[in-house]
């Protein structure tokens, strides 16, 4: 099993619509996490943070649930830029303190 | 520019050849990551620098493949007697040692074997 698994989609949805993806980690000492949007052959570009309280960003909202040891990404009135693949990042702390990619999930808005 | 820098951004070489590939970090950032991706999957984690130590490896990271970061600055990434399995985006990502910083990415190095 990987340490970080995503739904590698596609998403495919309509403009306007809201999707939501999820991202589930195995490590437990996995301590800080983030999602982020990479378009075809760019670098992946930070979206936004994952806080354990929740957060918001415009159209954007991530959640963490530590206890099911997920994180997940709501896109609300999705428009046709929002069309990219979006990978989770997951930051562990212990020895390593590797930064680890799912997989990534891959959206699709259509006119 | 302060982010990332990365170069070559393109890299065709014949399988055998050796290749090396250039990172130049964001400067107050400490920590240098090298990741390798291939179409359609996400990056893979090849190997991270705190400072000038090596601090982890993966598996991914043959014998082949060596990492270096003198000073603590930039990173250089060699491959050694290039595969065609080689061929990927070799990405590198900078960030502070707070592990509650984002990474910031480079542009990557796209390597093609033939």
């Known amino acids: 099993r990987k340490e970080v698994e995503q739904d590698p989609g596609p998403f495919n949805v309509p403009e306007g619509a809201t999707v939501a993806f999820n991202c589930t980690y195995s490590n437990s000492a996995s301590q800080s996490f983030f999602w982020y949007r990479q378009d075809c052959r760019k670098e992946p570009k930070l979206l936004m943070s994952?806080?354990?309280s929740g957060n918001e960003d415009g159209r954007f909202t991530a959640q963490l649930n530590r206890a099911s040891q997920y994180i997940s990404l709501l896109i609300r009135d999705s428009k046709l830029s929002d069309s990219a693949t979006y990978l989770c990042?997951?930051?562990?702390?212990?020895?390593?303190?590797?930064?680890?990619f799912g997989g990534g999930t891959r959206l699709m808005v259509k006119p | 520019d302060t982010g990332v820098s990365q170069n070559p951004r393109h890299k065709i070489t014949k399988r055998g050849q050796n290749v090396t590939f250039r990172c130049d970090p964001i400067?107050?950032?400490?920590?240098l990551y090298w990741y390798r991706q291939t179409l359609g999957q996400g990056p893979e984690f090849l190997t991270y620098f705190q400072n000038e130590a090596q601090l982890e490896k993966s598996r991914l990271l043959s014998d082949r493949f060596s990492a270096e970061r003198p000073k603590g600055s930039f990173s250089t990434l060699e491959i050694q007697r290039t595969e065609q399995g080689d061929s990927a985006m070799y990405l590198c990502a900078s960030s502070l040692a707070s592990g509650y910083t984002e990474a910031f990415f480079g542009q990557g190095t796209r390597l093609t074997v033939v």
């Open positions: 400067s107050e950032h400490n920590r």
């Open positions: 994952v806080y354990s």
């Open positions: 990042l997951v930051n562990r702390w212990n020895a390593g303190n590797m930064l680890t």
